[in-house]
């Protein structure tokens, strides 16, 4: 039984969570804890391009959060999920470098007026598995602007090709999957591009034959603690193709 999964155990009843409400999701945060090989190479892939203030959008159970708090001094954790922003507050209530975990939806309308505070406020936000999530995906994007300093980063991280969506991909919640070409294009007109490239090909085959051709509707703890073992060999074969294919596509932008 992975960490997160006892964490979340033994604070669900002291702090009144909810998260059975949203089990699938949850279910599949702790299954990605239990591969850290590829969640640090993940955040390694978009660290090149975080700086200063940095808010992550959708923090989850803090897969992604327990590196980047290591390495910036002022990070800002949030969920649109209030009782995942509780189980982070758990988590991290003593960690010098969390100075806010906040509850941000970035489908509400009264967005800018409820949190005209943080106009401006951030160097970078990243989004990493957030924006497919999202109905509204451009509104998410005109949030994030609002949110940037002149000049600051814009990191996201979303599912690739429509072709492989799922059983998986609707159980958690995706409303799409993205091209490099469509998730260009969602930023583009307020974003200068810095970079745009697919990641991990190696989990593009396991999504395809797994998740698309079988149907399986879960990402089970086993099969990401296996991929966990494979990531030298994956991060070798992103570099062979030239990052021109993967189960996932990483694009860039600065704010104009």
Not at 91 to 117: E, G, R
Not at 212 to 238: E, H, Q, W, Y
Request: proline share 2%; hydrophobic share 40%.
């Amino acid at each position: 039984m992975c960490h997160y999964f006892q964490l979340f155990e033994s604070v669900k009843s002291k702090l009144d969570l909810k998260l059975d409400q949203d089990i699938a999701g949850f279910e599949t945060l702790q299954s990605i804890s239990s591969a850290p090989d590829f969640n640090y190479w993940m955040y390694k892939t978009i660290f090149p391009y975080l700086k200063g203030r940095v808010l992550e959008l959708g923090s989850g159970i803090g897969n992604i959060s327990d590196y980047i708090i290591k390495d910036f001094n002022d990070v800002t954790l949030s969920d649109y999920n209030s009782d995942y922003c509780l189980l982070l507050k758990n988590k991290y209530h003593s960690h010098t470098s969390v100075k806010q975990i906040n509850s941000l939806d970035l489908q509400d309308p009264q967005f800018k007026i409820k949190n005209a505070h943080l106009k401006e406020s951030f160097d970078s936000i990243v989004l990493l598995n957030v924006i497919e999530h999202l109905q509204d995906d451009q509104l998410s994007v005109d949030y994030c602007h609002f949110l940037l300093k002149n000049d600051g980063h814009l990191i996201l991280l979303a599912p690739a090709y429509q072709l492989l969506y799922s059983n998986l991909d609707r159980e958690i919640g995706h409303y799409r999957r993205y091209t490099s070409l469509s998730l260009t294009r969602l930023i583009q007109s307020d974003f200068k591009i810095l970079r745009q490239q697919y990641f991990n090909f190696l989990g593009m085959t396991a999504w395809l034959i797994v998740n698309k051709i079988l149907g399986r509707k879960k990402l089970s703890r086993n099969s990401m603690a296996t991929f966990n073992k494979l990531v030298p060999v994956a991060k070798l074969l992103d570099k062979i193709i030239a990052f021109k294919a993967g189960v996932s596509i990483i694009v860039v932008g600065q704010k104009k």
